[in-house]
C-alpha cells in the first residue's frame, strides 16, 4: 500500500439525488420528468461555471439527452430494451 499526497485536488462533481438512484419495494420507479431534476440541473450548471478547470455551460438533463441522440453510442434500440425490462412505462 502507498500513502501520498495527491499532486491535485479535483474538484468534486455533485451527485444525484439520492431519490433518483435509491429505490425500496424492490423496484425501480416507473418515471421521472425533467422537471424532478430542476434542482439538480442548477446544482451542475453552478459546478461546472465555477471550477477551475475546462468550464462550461451545461447540465444533467442536456447531457443525457446529447449522449442519447448521439449516433456514435448505436443506441437506436434503447427504449425498446427499457420498456422491456419495465424501467419506462411510456
Excluded at 433518483?20 to 423496484?27: L, V
Excluded at 448521439?70 to 412505462?89: E, G, M, P, V, W
Aim: with cysteine.
Amino acid at each position: 500500500m502507498q500513502i501520498d499526497i495527491p499532486a491535485q485536488m479535483p474538484e468534486r462533481k455533485p451527485r444525484l439525488p439520492l431519490a433518483t438512484c435509491s429505490f425500496e419495494q424492490h423496484h425501480y420507479q416507473n418515471l421521472f420528468t425533467v422537471a424532478d431534476f430542476a434542482e439538480y440541473n442548477k446544482i451542475v450548471q453552478t459546478y461546472y461555471g465555477v471550477r477551475d478547470s475546462n468550464q462550461r455551460i451545461d447540465s444533467f438533463t442536456t447531457q443525457i439527452a446529447s449522449n442519447l441522440s448521439n449516433t456514435h453510442y448505436k443506441r437506436s434500440n434503447i427504449l425498446d430494451i427499457i420498456h422491456k425490462q419495465d424501467f419506462c412505462a411510456l
